[in-house]
């Protein structure tokens, strides 16, 4: 590989981690207001059409 192909490589892959980051901020974001509306309606579980939602603790935090 050339210094200019590394150089394209490196670049696309601070591109893809800043995308990458925006993303997890709106994931996190998502599931924090899902989190939020069924606390507010003391709901363990939850339909959404196909979806099923459950409260779970998140033991990796």
């Given at each position: ?42 709901l363990e579980e ?16």
């Amino acid at each position: 590989m050339t210094e200019r192909m590394i150089s394209r490589r490196i670049r696309k892959l601070k591109e893809l981690g800043a995308q990458k980051a925006m993303l997890d901020s709106q994931i996190d974001s998502l599931k924090c207001e899902i989190k939020a509306d069924m606390v507010s309606k003391g709901l363990e579980e939850q339909q959404a059409g196909n979806h099923i939602i459950r409260l779970t603790s998140d033991l990796h935090r």
